[in-house]
């Protein structure tokens, strides 16, 4: 069956090591969509902390950001919204009270408050990067619970990868089942991990399979390229899976097609081996 949609994480799979969109993967995404097939970003940043790469590549119209909590147009329009109860947000951060300094509460609004901390450690050598380019969108309150005076998008966490696992442990330990969904992001290079916590249901995987639905699209016409673990529910929903060659062992562990890595345009191969699978639409 003709691969009719795509859907490309960008960091670690999209963009390079250096966070650069190599010309090859630009090209290779226009020439498909050139021939009538959809391509979607799916990433777990904000949206207007993925604003910058879409302007990239102007002939994208989709992105679903925050884990699959938001999908929205390239202009900001949301198409499809699943924020998290302020109850359960509020459960969330009271069982991970220990790791309050790792933590923030993630909004979809614009302007300063996008993410809420407790306290910004300016100077943290981990985060300083991620708080300076963010620097408009983030707020602080204490205690913490004090933001949610709405439903959130998501609680975040980032820290090494030991701590992170262990604040993961401690949530699926202290919660109900299926009261929310974890996604993980791990970068062991940097001993850095990232933890998204989205209301029951949410990633993006339901994400792509409610976008593909809406499109009249099955699985089958599906294929999904990603790095981390947080893009494993969307490659188990793509009838055409691959990581890329810098993947985490974890996710090549699942057998499913390997490309090259970032940093050899893996995503321009991936897509240019699958053309011969794409049939040509007539021109509107």
């Known amino acids: 069956m003709a691969i009719r949609l795509i859907a490309v994480d960008i960091d670690g799979t999209l963009l390079d090591s250096r966070w650069q969109l ?10 498909a969509i050139a021939r009538g097939v959809d391509v979607v970003l799916a990433t777990g940043r904000r949206f207007d902390f993925a604003r910058p790469v879409l302007e990239l590549v102007p002939e994208i119209e989709t992105i679903v950001v925050s884990g699959g909590a938001l999908t929205k147009t390239r202009d900001g329009v949301s198409l499809a919204r699943r924020t998290l109860a302020c109850d359960v947000a509020r459960q969330i951060l009271h069982a991970t009270r220990p790791f309050r300094s790792d ?28 708080f300076e380019r963010n620097r408009d969108a983030l707020g602080e309150v204490t205690p913490l619970e004090a933001c949610l005076t709405q439903d959130p998008i998501q609680v975040t966490a980032a820290s090494s990868v030991e701590r992170i696992r262990a604040l993961a442990a401690c949530l699926l330990a202290r919660s109900r089942p299926h009261a929310f969904e974890l996604a993980l992001t791990e970068y062991p290079a940097r001993d850095l991990s990232i933890l998204d916590v989205t209301a029951a249901g949410v990633s993006k995987g339901s994400a792509l399979a409610d976008l593909a639905r809406s499109r009249g699209l099955d699985a089958a016409e599906v294929m999904a390229l990603g790095d981390n673990l947080n893009d494993r529910t969307m490659l188990e929903f793509a009838g055409v899976p691959v990581v890329m060659g810098n993947a985490s062992a974890e996710l090549k562990a699942f057998g499913w097609e390997e490309t090259a890595s970032n940093d050899e345009a893996g995503v321009a191969l991936a897509i240019e081996r699958h053309m011969l699978n794409v049939e040509v639409r007539s021109e509107k």
């Open 22 to 31: 190599p010309p090859d993967n630009r090209r290779a995404i226009a020439r």
């Open 103 to 130: 933590m923030g509460v993630v909004f979809d609004r614009h302007g300063p408050g996008q993410v809420m901390y407790e306290h910004i450690a300016w100077d943290d050598p981990r985060h300083q990067g991620y």
